[in-house]
């Protein structure tokens, strides 16, 4: 059956572009007309040793792509398609491929590996080929070395791909086993020891019961510790990675390896090449991620049900830990500021000490300040900026009151060596802990304010001025000003801001038309800012922000002029329009939030419409995002009068819907159609045949993203609140979508946080459809359409409340429904919910929650209940 497709594939690999696509056009057409066949010449081409080598990579590359796919609709078909492939034929494929694993050719071997794990992620689960694990085992006492990396190398790749409840306890024991051997010191094979370390670190999650067992943990301890101070770099480096993964997966069960661990990692970070003082480091900021996440569940009291325990494994290494993150600080790299995805020791140091002093709080400053003290006024500039960013990172975690004082004295030091420091480095690691000294020091929260309006003239003109600077510090300058401006959010009136507000915008502008804007995300950070300032400013400078529309209305507008563009423009010009969409949505959600402001803002509705239609008809999916947010704004902003837009709109409208592929894009037109809904109300009437049939396709497709079916629900309450009793009409397909989604929501028994997380924003979505409809129907003669869905309703809220898993949104959600059932239905519903198992419970919980707006939901749903009950 397996025909020669040697030169096909050679051919589809050329750089004469037309050889190419006329070859990967046969490699389809082949696939397409006899795929059995297609799969076995693949194959075949991977195991022949005969054959070249770039043939045989891609022949194994086609064949992993052929069992598994990004999308999860598409991985699914591609997993049914192989699993009615004839038995014959997998078997055939499959010998291949592990005959592969003996190749002398590394690239083969290492796609055969590929191949069998995909494989295998699709067959163990159904209980086929259970003898691979075995048949893979016997091969790591093969006597050629370069056979045993390969088979450890698949065994890593299986763990990655299945499961560990797919592999019995004997069997993960065996490969355990085997791969533990292989990294042992006694393994004189370089090749071999590194496919063990690495296949250990995908094993990890299958070792559970191993751990548990002290004698077994031990030595898989004693064997990755060795490991790490193997002759060869990328042993050790994989070594420090299982460490890593250990210090997250088994934090528990590390306290006796930890002062070992300790002296391990000090070594390797003063002395070790970085690729593996980098994980050494990790190591550290994962413990730092586990004991944080573990205080902030329990608040620091265990009396509580704690899982696990806190072993506060970073308080006591604090005093070794900090002189050692503090060295790395000096390791800088010249010129890591410019380099967007730069990671070097020194950022690495610096990002553990932060989260060091998140885990500790005040315990850290006084180790830290001595350092800080000793290096600021250096004359070499890595002190000067290991110091700054010392200081920076340890402020978040110390209470205010420890840090104040420091911060007072330190804010005039930093504010001059912003605008004097003769280094880039310093200067950008200055305004980013400004930024971190406005972000959390300071705001309606503190005490004694840092900023006073002593020093914020001051502040602001070193700001303003830095915003002149290179790219890379004018960006971590607008950042500053960022979190300034938000922690006047709450001023009410009296923003110390306001004198300068002009010329804080001017500036932003300013910088926006920069030439270098587009270095170090400069143009974007200054609008985000420019946002800020705007949603933060007070009623005292409305009138600026009104100047401000026509300006960011021309800008949009010049945008949109732009002709014949390269497709890199185009990319420019797109996330230009953005950014320009984003900040009129600022100023829309800011003028149209008082009625003075609305009243003078409303002369530019039309042509702001205008422009975001344009923005539409260029068609690309990031600017869709923005335009479509901001015309929710509009929305909002001109209420019933929106309805003249939408003749031209709702096109736009539909096309966001139907955006599978983009579903961010989806899921924000969803949240817009309720944003239009509540201005326009029954204005809304004519479009909504066409807007219910977009979104209950949306909901039956297993295409869209499962993240947008909540909001979509969501989305029915708010059209029948604004239609009233014309949903009638819709109840019919509304309602059987809505009770098998509440099904799948309320069993969930076993599931893990992320998919917790999930049920609730489906039950959310459920219950404000529920109560959109009631609140819809209320008083309307058509209200007896509604009686045969209470009681699969009150099922419902049984089954959550029965669940015990539900959170404080749902629940306020879930009570208002049980008051809109009672308060639309009335006495029909009085005696259903008198039969209900635990709605008197579950009213009774609400009534006494620590939320007060649980609180009031339920003092209402409890009056809505007692009328429906007297009647």
Request: glycine residues 6%.
């Given at each position: 059956m397996a025909m020669e497709v040697t030169q096909v594939l050679l051919n589809a690999q050329s750089v004469d572009g037309n050889i190419r696509k006329h070859a990967e056009e046969s490699l389809k057409q082949f696939q397409d007309q006899n795929l059995p066949s297609f799969l076995l010449s693949l194959s075949g081409e991977l195991a022949n040793d005969e054959k070249p080598v770039d043939s045989r990579k891609l022949a194994g590359l086609i064949l992993k792509n052929a069992l598994d796919a990004k999308e999860q609709h598409r991985k699914f078909e591609l997993v049914q398609r192989w699993l009615s492939l004839d038995a014959a034929v997998k078997t055939q494929i499959k010998t291949c491929l592990l005959q592969t694993l003996s190749s002398p050719v590394p690239d083969a071997r290492s796609t055969a590996s590929q191949v069998i794990a995909k494989i295998a992620g699709i067959e163990l689960p159904q209980k086929q080929w259970p003898e691979l694990i075995g048949s893979l085992l016997s091969n790591i006492h093969q006597l050629p070395a370069h056979v045993k990396q390969a088979t450890l190398e698949t065994l890593g790749y299986l763990c990655e791909e299945v499961s560990p409840d797919v592999v019995d306890q004997d069997q993960v024991n065996k490969i355990l086993t085997a791969v533990v051997q292989g990294m042992n010191s006694s393994e004189g094979n370089n090749d071999v020891r590194l496919a063990a370390t690495r296949a250990l670190y995908n094993a990890l999650g299958f070792a559970q019961a191993n751990f548990t067992n002290d004698m077994e943990r031990d030595y898989i301890m004693r064997v990755v510790c060795e490991a790490t101070l193997s002759p060869e770099v990328k042993i050790?480096?994989?070594?420090?990675?299982?460490?890593?993964?250990?210090?997250?997966?088994?934090?528990?069960?590390?306290?006796?390896?930890?002062?070992?661990?300790?002296?391990?990692?000090?070594?390797?970070?003063?002395?070790?090449?970085?690729?593996?003082?980098?994980?050494?480091?990790?190591?550290?900021?994962?413990?730092?991620?586990?004991?944080?996440?573990?205080?902030?569940?329990?608040?620091?009291?265990?009396?509580?049900?704690?899982?696990?325990?806190?072993?506060?494994?970073?308080?006591?290494?604090?005093?070794?830990?900090?002189?050692?993150?503090?060295?790395?600080?000096?390791?800088?790299?010249?010129?890591?500021?410019?380099?967007?995805?730069?990671?070097?020791?020194?950022?690495?140091?610096?990002?553990?000490?932060?989260?060091?002093?998140?885990?500790?709080?005040?315990?850290?400053?006084?180790?830290?300040?001595?350092?800080?003290?000793?290096?600021?006024?250096?004359?070499?500039?890595?002190?000067?900026?290991?110091?700054?960013?010392?200081?920076?990172?340890?402020?978040?975690?110390?209470?205010?009151?420890?840090?104040?004082?420091?911060?007072?004295?330190?804010?005039?030091?930093?504010?001059?060596?912003?605008?004097?420091?003769?280094?880039?480095?310093?200067?950008?690691?200055?305004?980013?802990?400004?930024?971190?000294?406005?972000?959390?020091?300071?705001?309606?929260?503190?005490?004694?304010?840092?900023?006073?309006?002593?020093?914020?003239?001051?502040?602001?003109?070193?700001?303003?001025?830095?915003?002149?600077?290179?790219?890379?510090?004018?960006?971590?300058?607008?950042?500053?000003?960022?979190?300034?401006?938000?922690?006047?959010?709450?001023?009410?009136?009296?923003?110390?801001?306001?004198?300068?507000?002009?010329?804080?915008?001017?500036?932003?502008?300013?910088?926006?038309?920069?030439?270098?804007?587009?270095?170090?995300?400069?143009?974007?950070?200054?609008?985000?800012?420019?946002?800020?300032?705007?949603?933060?400013?007070?009623?005292?400078?409305?009138?600026?922000?009104?100047?401000?529309?026509?300006?960011?209305?021309?800008?949009?507008?010049?945008?949109?002029?732009?002709?014949?563009?390269?497709?890199?423009?185009?990319?420019?010009?797109?996330?230009?329009?953005?950014?320009?969409?984003?900040?009129?949505?600022?100023?829309?959600?800011?003028?149209?939030?008082?009625?003075?402001?609305?009243?003078?803002?409303?002369?530019?509705?039309?042509?702001?419409?205008?422009?975001?239609?344009?923005?539409?008809?260029?068609?690309?999916?990031?600017?869709?995002?923005?335009?479509?947010?901001?015309?929710?704004?509009?929305?909002?902003?001109?209420?019933?009068?929106?309805?003249?837009?939408?003749?031209?709109?709702?096109?736009?409208?539909?096309?966001?819907?139907?955006?599978?592929?983009?579903?961010?894009?989806?899921?924000?037109?969803?949240?817009?159609?309720?944003?239009?809904?509540?201005?326009?109300?029954?204005?809304?009437?004519?479009?909504?045949?066409?807007?219910?049939?977009?979104?209950?396709?949306?909901?039956?497709?297993?295409?869209?993203?499962?993240?947008?079916?909540?909001?979509?629900?969501?989305?029915?309450?708010?059209?029948?609140?604004?239609?009233?009793?014309?949903?009638?009409?819709?109840?019919?397909?509304?309602?059987p979508m809505l009770q098998s989604a509440a099904e799948l929501s309320s069993h969930t028994a076993g599931a893990d946080d992320e998919m917790t997380e999930y049920t609730n924003l489906l039950r959310n979505g459920i219950l404000e459809a529920y109560s959109g409809i009631f609140q819809g129907f209320k008083n309307s003669p058509k209200t007896q359409l509604l009686i045969p869905y209470a009681p699969h309703i009150l099922q419902f809220l049984d089954s959550i409340y029965m669940e015990k898993d539900m959170d404080d949104v749902v629940m306020k959600t879930a009570i208002g429904v049980l008051g809109d059932l009672a308060d639309t239905l009335g006495s029909n519903a009085g005696s259903l919910i008198q039969q209900s198992l635990s709605s008197k419970d579950f009213l009774n919980e609400c009534l006494s929650s620590e939320d007060h707006l649980i609180k009031e939901s339920a003092e209402w749903a409890k009056l809505a209940i007692s009328r429906a009950i007297s009647v």
């Open positions: 050790r480096q994989a070594a420090f990675e299982c460490l890593v993964s250990i210090s997250s997966t088994y934090y528990e069960k590390l306290a006796p390896y930890i002062q070992d661990i300790f002296n391990i990692t000090a070594k390797a970070v003063r002395e070790d090449e970085e690729p593996v003082a980098l994980q050494a480091i990790e190591f550290w900021s994962s413990i730092c991620d586990e004991e944080i996440d573990i205080l902030e569940e329990y608040g620091g009291d265990f009396s509580g049900d704690s899982d696990i325990p806190c072993f506060y494994f970073i308080k006591q290494a604090l005093p070794a830990l900090v002189p050692m993150l503090l060295e790395t600080l000096l390791k800088q790299e010249e010129d890591q500021d410019q380099d967007e995805g730069a990671w070097n020791l020194a950022m690495a140091g610096g990002t553990c000490l932060g989260l060091v002093a998140r885990t500790v709080g005040d315990d850290i400053v006084p180790l830290v300040m001595p350092f800080i003290e000793e290096n600021i006024t250096k004359p070499d500039w890595r002190q000067r900026e290991a110091a700054t960013y010392a200081f920076g990172s340890i402020l978040e975690g110390p209470s205010p009151d420890k840090l104040a004082p420091i911060v007072n004295v330190a804010l005039n030091f930093m504010l001059s060596a912003l605008t004097k420091d003769p280094n880039n480095h310093v200067k950008d690691t200055t305004a980013w802990t400004l930024g971190r000294i406005f972000e959390f020091l300071h705001g309606s929260t503190m005490e004694t304010p840092i900023i006073t309006h002593a020093n914020c003239q001051q502040i602001i003109t070193v700001l303003l001025l830095s915003m002149k600077d290179v790219p890379n510090v004018a960006e971590k300058a607008c950042g500053a000003l960022y979190f300034l401006a938000q922690g006047y959010e709450d001023v009410g009136s009296a923003s110390p801001l306001t004198p300068f507000f002009q010329e804080i915008v001017q500036s932003l502008l300013t910088v926006t038309h920069r030439k270098d804007a587009g270095e170090s995300r400069l143009r974007t950070s200054a609008y985000e800012t420019l946002n800020e300032v705007v949603r933060c400013s007070t009623d005292e400078t409305a009138p600026m922000v009104l100047q401000l529309v026509p300006v960011i209305m021309m800008e949009l507008h010049q945008t949109l002029e732009a002709q014949k563009l390269s497709s890199d423009e185009r990319e420019k010009q797109n996330e230009l329009q953005g950014l320009l969409c984003g900040c009129l949505q600022v100023i829309i959600q800011k003028l149209g939030s008082s009625e003075p402001t609305k009243y003078v803002f409303m002369q530019y509705a039309d042509q702001i419409m205008g422009l975001f239609l344009r923005v539409f008809a260029c068609r690309s999916a990031t600017v869709h995002e923005e335009a479509m947010l901001a015309i929710g704004a509009l929305a909002y902003a001109t209420g019933p009068d929106f309805a003249k837009y939408m003749p031209e709109f709702y096109k736009y409208l539909e096309m966001g819907l139907q955006n599978f592929e983009e579903y961010q894009v989806c899921a924000v037109t969803v949240g817009v159609v309720g944003d239009i809904c509540r201005a326009l109300e029954d204005k809304i009437l004519p479009y909504c045949d066409g807007i219910m049939t977009l979104l209950l396709k949306d909901l039956s497709s297993n295409q869209l993203h499962r993240s947008v079916k909540p909001p979509i629900f969501s989305c029915f309450g708010d059209i029948a609140l604004a239609i009233g009793e014309n949903f009638e009409k819709y109840l019919m397909y509304a309602m």
